[in-house]
């Protein structure tokens, strides 16, 4: 594949990737910040591949839209497009820990057997009582819109609870075209007031002590830590592109704290 992007900033468009209104929504609103590309090696700005068996081939796209503001250490979305086998859109905003910011995270996945699709303003330190209700005061009435129109994923494992809001909006859904309405309607809606309310944090966080800079830089580290090693992406990746590409990809990209 020969690449038409030159940073972390430029332009992504997949044929056929289903989270394309997704992505131009958080360019948009992020456009308001002063943007500054974030260093991305370029195998990983854009990447081409196939899978699937000799009978069976399938392409598969990978692309990475990052950026950093003065408030933002990282924001990075990872684009995936595998046909039938998997589509996906993995964003996560990694604030610098001078702010009293939670991260947001986006995992939104379509797979053979259906759609895991995951949305949440993810605390940095779930038990301090100022940091939650910094978020959940705000966030408490749009997690009680939305959850009503969204069937439980299901339980998480135990130990990536402490990483998760009690706004947390988790859901699995099946394949099918009143899914596609329902995703570019409802789950569009929810991820844009979700992501509004997290912009506004931003907006109005001031800078913190130094102590408490320290702490949140720990458990931003916890967090970004535990995502490196447990990512559920890997065996996926690593059947698309290979075990050394995707272990950079994870631990130097996409989780590079």
Same mark, same amino acid.
């Given at each position: 594949?020969?690449?038409? =992007? ?22 948009? /609103?992020?456009? &308001?910040?002063?943007?500054? $590309?974030?260093? /991305? ?5 854009? %990447?081409? +591949?196939?899978?699937? #068996? ?20 990282? /924001? =990075? ?7 039938? #086998? ?9 604030p610098l820990p001078v702010f009293e910011l939670p991260f947001f995270g986006v995992d939104f996945v379509r797979l053979p057997s259906g759609y895991l699709l995951a949305l949440d303003l993810q605390p940095v330190l779930k038990s301090d009582y100022l940091h939650r209700q910094l978020v959940w005061e705000s966030l408490e009435p ?11 994923? +299901? $339980?998480? $494992?135990? &130990? %990536? ?5 009690? +706004? ?7 394949? +099918? ?12 809606? %929810? ?16 800078? /913190? #002590? ?10 931003? =580290?916890?967090?970004?830590?535990? =995502?490196?090693?447990?990512?559920? %992406?890997?065996?996926?990746? #690593? ?19």
């Amino acid at each position: 594949m020969t690449s038409i =992007r030159s940073n972390s900033l430029d332009q992504i468009k997949i044929p056929g990737w289903q989270w394309q209104i997704f992505l131009d929504y958080a360019t948009k /609103v992020l456009s &308001e910040f002063e943007l500054e $590309p974030y260093p /991305v090696p370029r195998q990983f700005l854009e %990447a081409e +591949g196939k899978a699937g #068996s000799k009978s069976k081939p399938f392409k598969v796209q990978t692309a990475t839209w990052a950026c950093k503001t003065s408030k933002l250490r990282q /924001v =990075r979305i990872a684009c995936v497009e595998a046909g039938l #086998s998997a589509s996906v859109m993995n964003l996560l905003i990694n604030p610098l820990p001078v702010f009293e910011l939670p991260f947001f995270g986006v995992d939104f996945v379509r797979l053979p057997s259906g759609y895991l699709l995951a949305l949440d303003l993810q605390p940095v330190l779930k038990s301090d009582y100022l940091h939650r209700q910094l978020v959940w005061e705000s966030l408490e009435p749009l997690y009680q819109k939305w959850k009503e129109f969204l069937p439980s994923g +299901g $339980p998480i $494992p135990l &130990e %990536a609870e402490q990483f998760f809001s009690s +706004g947390f909006l988790w859901t699995r859904l099946p394949l +099918g075209e009143d899914t596609d309405h329902f995703i570019n309607d409802v789950i569009f809606s %929810a991820y844009k007031d979700y992501f509004d309310l997290y912009l506004d944090l931003v907006r109005k966080a001031d800078t /913190v #002590s130094e102590e408490r800079s320290i702490l949140l830089l720990e458990g931003q =580290r916890k967090y970004i830590t535990y =995502r490196s090693d447990k990512d559920p %992406a890997r065996g996926m990746l #690593s059947r698309f592109y290979g075990k050394e590409w995707t272990e950079i990809y994870l631990k130097e990209v996409l989780f590079d704290l």
